[in-house]
């Protein structure tokens, strides 16, 4: 039998938590993993301690738990720079989040191995990406790779295919501004900004 995996699922909604151990299930008895869950940070933590010499492989964890009641200091983003300085065990964080800022912020601070919006959760893309993490590798949703070639370009500052309008409106486009708003701070017209955004997602392979 190949060796156990253990993975810890931390999410404050039982429904996802029964949703995500359906889909990773399908797979289990081809790749053992064994289970386990937690409701909140809190036994989130207490789970982690009691494995700490013999430590989860994975955590898939919901960045959006709530403040935890004990500790006020301790939500879904506190846990998971907590099991980063504290515990050797690869985290794959799984968010509802749509705000490119809150996400770039989630991706430099906790670093997680594995990066996933929910609404591309299925048991494909979830399998993948915990055999990917468990290989040593790094696994990121569509989304997550997206903006994080945004935020490459935008560091850049210049590129061969981008000019310094398109720059800003990747950067505008990554700190949640709409497009309807663009020339507001450029010297483009609506017309031009709509040719440069299909310009954008013809380099990013959005198309």
């Not at 720079?81 to 509802?96: C, D, E, G, N, P």
């Not at 906790?110 to 290989?135: A, R, Y």
Request: proline share 4%; glycine share 6%.
């Amino acid at each position: 039998m190949k060796n156990q995996k253990y993975i810890l699922i931390v999410d404050d909604h039982p429904v996802v938590l029964d949703g995500y151990e359906l889909l990773i299930r399908r797979y289990s008895p081809s790749h053992n993993f064994n289970l386990e869950r937690a409701l909140s940070c809190r036994q989130a933590l207490s789970q982690l301690r009691k494995r700490s010499k013999n430590y989860f492989d994975i955590v898939i964890l919901d960045i959006r738990l709530p403040i935890s009641k004990d500790n006020p200091d301790v939500g879904g983003h506190e846990l998971g720079l907590k099991i980063r300085a504290m515990f050797q065990t690869k985290i794959i964080v799984v968010t509802s989040i749509s705000n490119p800022m809150r996400l770039r912020n989630i991706n430099s601070t906790i670093k997680p191995d594995g990066f996933l919006i929910k609404s591309e959760v299925n048991d494909q893309v979830l399998f993948k990406s915990i055999l990917t993490v468990l290989n040593g590798n790094f696994f990121y949703g569509h989304k997550i790779k997206t903006i994080n070639k945004m935020s490459a370009l935008v560091k850049g500052g210049q590129n061969i295919d981008l000019d310094i309008h398109d720059l800003k409106i990747l950067k505008l486009i990554a700190q949640g501004e709409k497009m309807k708003n663009m020339p507001e701070y450029l010297p483009l017209s609506m017309s031009s900004v709509e040719r440069r955004k299909s310009k954008i997602k013809d380099f990013l392979g959005l198309t």
